[in-house]
């Protein structure tokens, strides 16, 4: 099992969306994967948390730190 982690930083465009989506696909079933993003961009923690489920994967936590991000806990559980 392997733990991933993705440090996204900034507003997201087209080609950040695509380049997450092609990171969810290198994740195998019972990977661990935490995403974190600023806590300003709540439409686009919606939307990751949607392409995380498209992907298979479900999502343990989400939540808001001390350093004002939001981190998405999530693991693969299906192809």
Do not use: H, P, Q
Not at 46 to 73: H, P, Q, T, W
């Amino acid at each position: 099992m392997s733990d991933y982690k993705l440090d996204i930083s900034g507003c997201l465009g087209l080609n950040e969306y695509s380049n997450i989506n092609d990171y969810m696909d290198i994740v195998e079933i019972s990977d661990k994967f935490t995403i974190s993003l600023e806590e300003n961009n709540k439409s686009e923690t919606g939307i990751i948390c949607a392409m995380l489920k498209e992907k298979g994967f479900n999502i343990n936590k989400s939540e808001i730190r001390d350093d004002n991000k939001v981190y998405i806990f999530a693991n693969k559980i299906k192809n």
